[in-house]
């Protein structure tokens, strides 16, 4: 889309609009720019559990559990994973009996009767975040074998993210640069220099790191992990920036 701004001088117009300076003549577009780039981060989320007659019963066993997966990890990824966790919850378990007339009551009980405590669970949510993403199905299925209730292949991820969007940013300029040339041209006009850049979709990158585990090297797990092949689809980065050109006298 051309604009071309042209100064008042109608006659008969007051002194205070015809002082007004003249607008610029300018061409305004938008640019587009997109490149895709091969994936070199894979997120796995899981959910691991202990079971227990007491407190301690159930979180000694989740601790078993999630040193089992821990060394796993650290066996097949050699280092290059960042493991994570929260979301950790010890909770007494009641017996099937313990309900209201509609089956659910998020009401205290006294632990007696139907209601008594059966035992605890305690659970957390652990995070894998691996540079080795080729291995990230083969890391999701050695997780769930070494006791995770539930383990994804979450997602992929860049972990430079600016770098593909700084290319995408530059694409996107040479795109504005050759739609306000190639209008300018049909004009009869003669392109000047670029007067005003606005991006129009740019959100801060989260920066990602990756790094070595310190725990020691475990022994190599009595069974090798089941090999997932994964081919992900490149991640498209795309830029779009709002140019406006002047055009040269």
């Not at 009641?94 to 139907?114: H, S, T, V």
């Amino acid at each position: 889309m051309r604009i071309v701004g042209f100064g008042l001088a109608l006659l008969g117009v007051g002194a205070a609009v015809a002082q007004e300076p003249p607008h610029p003549h300018v061409i305004q577009v938008t640019g587009v720019g997109t490149v895709a780039t091969a994936p070199d981060l894979a997120v796995i989320d899981y959910w691991a559990a202990g079971e227990g007659k007491t407190p301690d019963d159930a979180t000694n066993a989740l601790v078993a559990r999630q040193k089992a997966i821990l060394a796993g990890i650290t066996g097949l990824l050699q280092g290059s994973a960042r493991i994570t966790n929260g979301s950790l919850s010890v909770i007494a378990v009641r017996g099937p009996d313990c309900r209201d007339a509609n089956g659910y009551n998020p009401q205290p009980k006294l632990e007696q009767g139907p209601c008594a405590v059966a035992g605890y669970l305690a659970t957390i949510q652990g995070t894998i975040r691996t540079s080795q993403v080729d291995k990230a199905g083969t890391a999701v299925g050695l997780v769930s074998r070494l006791g995770a209730r539930d383990a994804r292949l979450q997602s992929f991820q860049l972990a430079d993210r600016q770098a593909a969007y700084s290319a995408a940013m530059e694409r996107a300029i040479a795109d504005a640069k050759r739609q306000a040339a190639t209008i300018a041209h049909a004009a009869g006009e003669k392109l000047g220099p670029i007067v005003m850049v606005r991006d129009q979709n740019f959100q801060p990158a989260e920066d990602i790191g990756i790094i070595a585990l310190r725990a020691p090297a475990p022994p190599p797990p009595p069974l090798a992990p089941v090999e997932i092949t994964i081919n992900p689809q490149p991640i498209e980065t795309r830029a779009q920036v709002f140019v406006s050109f002047a055009i040269a006298p």
